[in-house]
């Protein structure tokens, strides 16, 4: 009776699983802007799709105002047509007239939503191929409860 009651235990410590940290998740609301003086200069085009192309790659909420001077009107409907194509919603990008006259200047503001996990890093739909096992379900479960959906009203 000893010997089974010794093989037993020894039996249920090899199969304890030692627990690991819970994975912790920071959600940061972050805002970025770039204002360039002309868009006539002859790097503001690459300049602004530097400055868009790390945002649409690891921001799921991403939300822009282009404000344009009458000079900048051309470069602010080819990136507000860029953003478009690189899957933004045309919702989500809003083209502003500045108040000023007579001036080529573009500034584009950038409000955004930055999910980053301690084990999968900046989580993103844009990066779903590259995630590990469980963190699809880590984004999600943290998007719900960031921006959830509005409560159905009662007829």
């Given at each position: ?59 799921d909420r991403l939300e822009l105002t282009l404000t ?12 507000k047509q860029a953003a478009i194509d690189a899957g ?68």
């Open positions: 009776m000893k010997p089974m009651i010794l093989i037993l235990v020894l039996l249920l410590g090899g199969c304890s699983v030692p627990m690991s940290e819970p994975n912790r998740v920071t959600v940061r609301q972050m805002e970025s802007q770039l204002q360039i003086v002309s868009a006539r200069l002859p790097g503001a085009h690459r300049r602004a799709h530097a400055f868009l192309t790390p945002l649409r790659q690891h921001s344009f001077g009458p000079g900048a009107r051309p470069l602010a409907l080819a990136l933004l919603s045309p919702r989500s990008v809003t083209l502003k007239p500045a108040a000023s006259t007579g001036t080529d200047a573009l500034t584009i503001d950038a409000d955004y939503l930055l999910i980053e996990g301690q084990q999968c890093g900046v989580v993103s739909l844009k990066s779903a191929q590259d995630y590990r096992f469980g963190c699809s379900l880590e984004h999600n479960r943290v998007h719900t409860l960031v921006n959830p959906l509005p409560r159905r009203l009662q007829p």
